[in-house]
């Protein structure tokens, strides 16, 4: 389980990895390990959302096992709890309360936070704020998700090699450019490049997961610069490669960020183009919500 849930997915697809963590589940099932099996299936969900599952039909599996999780692994059940909000989040499923799995014991996010504060149990903690800092960024708040992240990162847990410290670190380093871009202070171009720089040290372990995610970091740093034919070829760059690695909410967020980035330099009409673009991905991974939102600002 450590092996595949905290090394194995540095270098290989996330899809290969939550491959060997659906066999991990069903060895545990079969000998009657339920903790340890929904543990698997706990970071196997976390897999399959970061490499792009369809959202409905994640958010429908984790419906289905939440209440069984909950009552033979009740640590795995808050991080799925957890993410099912998040995917609800996205999707704009208001109907959905991943919270009664708990059966009144934890009736939201803030449930779950308390009890873990009460505790110490930074892991936990740090979920929460990572979640929470998800969200904002998907939905385009910068200021009010590196606030959220800030405090994420200030527990020991944070270091540890989980799958979430990578796109953490992707999703913030982007939110640092854009920052920096409206005047938020040199610091975030700074901790955007540093970012950066990790990126490109990590991509060397797994060509496949990080290639993408350097180049749109990349984007966003000539963005930054005022390099405009430079960011301009990144950011196309950035769109194939998570294109042809069927990375299709990252293929959104790459056209998203083209397209702001095209929108402030008055290059109208291909920034049109590219936000677009940047709908149909976001309603092909299922994110309504994040596309309604998106169609709503442009």
């Not at 990252?250 to 920034?271: D, R, W």
């Amino acid at each position: 389980f450590l092996l595949y849930g905290l090394v194995n997915f540095w270098y290989v697809p996330l899809q290969e990895s939550s491959n060997h963590m659906q066999e991990i589940e069903d060895m545990n099932f079969k000998f009657g390990d339920t903790e340890n099996a929904y543990m698997a299936q706990c970071v196997r969900y976390k897999f399959l959302f970061f490499r792009g599952e369809q959202l409905s039909t994640l958010s429908r599996k984790i419906e289905t096992n939440l209440p069984s999780m909950e009552r033979f692994s009740i640590g795995s059940a808050k991080f799925s709890a957890l993410d099912k909000e998040m995917i609800d989040a996205l999707t704009g499923d208001k109907s959905s309360n991943p919270y009664v799995a708990f059966n009144g014991k934890l009736r939201n996010k803030q449930a779950i936070l308390v009890e873990a504060l009460s505790t110490m149990h930074f892991q936990t903690i740090e979920a929460v704020y990572i979640q929470k800092f998800s969200i904002l960024f998907w939905m385009g708040d910068y200021d009010k998700a590196v606030e959220a992240s800030d405090t994420a990162i200030s527990f020991p847990s944070a270091k540890m090699p989980k799958v979430a410290l990578i796109y953490h670190m992707f999703y913030r380093g982007i939110a640092a450019f854009h920052l920096y871009r409206e005047g938020s202070g040199e610091k975030w171009l700074k901790e955007g490049n540093d970012i950066k720089e990790q990126m490109e040290i990590w991509v060397k372990n797994s060509k496949i997961l990080f290639e993408n995610k350097l180049l749109l970091l990349e984007a966003e740093y000539c963005a930054s610069m005022g390099k405009v034919v430079l960011a301009r070829e990144s950011y196309k760059f950035s769109i194939k490669v998570a294109r042809d690695n069927g990375y299709v909410h990252e293929q959104g967020l790459a056209y998203e960020c083209m397209g702001k980035y095209l929108m402030s330099v008055v290059e109208v009409q291909e920034a049109e183009c590219c936000l677009l673009s940047a709908h149909k991905c976001y309603m092909q991974w299922g994110a309504t919500a994040k596309a309604n939102k998106l169609w709503k600002d442009w």
